[in-house]
């Protein structure tokens, strides 16, 4: 198995995995591929060719891998990007395990269902279509991103049962802010080595009443958790969503279940 990103230098993903390896006695081997982007298709036939039992995908993949595979399941069809794919006899089929890896760290770390909460999503990029089809049962939903055309496009594709706003992220967010339960990072901003950015430009209307997620992992105290916490916000780092979505890829390759925290440990 392997994870498929250009770069890759930065992924957790075969630390991981090796760790469960380790705790379950298998004898697999889980290695990063790094793929050129004029290389992809011929990447992906090479799992094929080397019979891989299967790949996770990250940046800037998750979206690009969709065309070279055979079939993708229910979830991933929905969100139009993969982030984990399974080789059954030569045959691709694409999952996505982000957003499930996000909700159940946020349940198991943060003590938090989305049921019935105001959500604030920042970002609408890859990340942010997986963890956003797991608010489809929240009380409202509010998706900020610098291009607000992609948030648009998001928002059309979610069958909320809720009130779903778009906003751009240079207006005034005190207001949805205020009202917000849980205010989830899903941009790049904050990533090391930009970390003195910030996905928002004020903290107003952040409270203790807030809970305040990032996704990124390195750091694990982004700028943004900083500012949150300072405004008396509970936050939660990205290693937790990391871990989630590997347990699922893993019963996905391998068909075992390793527990979370033998996976979330190594992070
Ligand atoms: P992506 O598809 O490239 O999306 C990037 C998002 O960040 C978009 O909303 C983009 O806005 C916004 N953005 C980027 N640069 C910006 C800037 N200078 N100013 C304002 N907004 C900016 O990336 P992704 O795959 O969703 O990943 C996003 C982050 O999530 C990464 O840091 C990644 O490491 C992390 N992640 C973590 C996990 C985990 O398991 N913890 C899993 C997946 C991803 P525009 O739409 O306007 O470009």
Redesign the pocket.
Same mark, same amino acid.
Request: proline letters at 5%; aromatic letters at 4%.
């Given at each position: 198995m392997g994870v498929i990103g250009y770069p890759v230098t930065?992924t957790a993903s075969p630390v991981m995995h090796q760790a469960a390896y380790e705790y379950l006695g298998c004898d697999y081997a889980y290695v990063p591929l790094e793929v050129h982007p004029s290389q992809l298709k011929q990447a992906l036939d090479g799992l094929r060719a080397l019979s891989f039992i299967g790949a996770n995908v990250?940046?800037?993949y998750?979206?690009q891998v969709v065309p070279f595979l055979d079939e993708l399941d229910e979830q991933a069809q929905k969100i139009g990007a993969v *982030?984990t794919i399974l080789n059954q006899n030569g045959r691709l089929i694409g999952y996505n395990t982000?957003g499930p890896?996000?909700a159940y760290a946020l349940e198991t770390e943060g003590q938090f269902t989305i049921t019935d909460k105001h959500v604030v999503l920042? /970002?609408? /990029?890859?990340?942010?279509?997986?963890i956003a089809f797991q608010c489809l049962k929240a009380k409202s939903l509010c998706i900020v *991103?610098? $291009?607000l055309e992609?948030?648009q496009a998001l928002a059309r594709n979610l069958p909320m049962s809720g009130p779903i706003q778009t906003l751009s $992220?240079d207006v005034d967010l005190e207001a949805v802010l205020s009202r917000a339960d849980l205010v989830i990072n899903?941009? $790049?901003? /904050?990533?090391s080595p930009q970390e003195a950015?910030s996905?928002l430009n004020a903290y107003e209307g952040i409270s203790s009443q807030t809970l305040c997620c990032d &996704? &990124?992992?390195?750091p694990a105290q982004t700028l943004f958790l900083k500012e949150a916490k300072v405004k008396g916000a509970r936050t939660l780092g990205?290693?937790?969503?990391?871990a989630?979505?590997g347990v699922l890829a893993f019963h996905l390759f391998t068909g075992l279940q390793v527990p979370y925290t033998v996976m979330r440990g190594v992070l």
């Open positions: 930065h990250t940046i800037p998750k979206e *982030n982000d890896g996000f920042l /970002g609408a /990029g890859g990340a942010a279509k997986g *991103n610098r $291009s992609k948030a $992220s899903t941009t $790049s901003l /904050g990533m950015m996905p &996704i &990124i992992y390195k990205g290693a937790g969503m990391l989630g979505q």
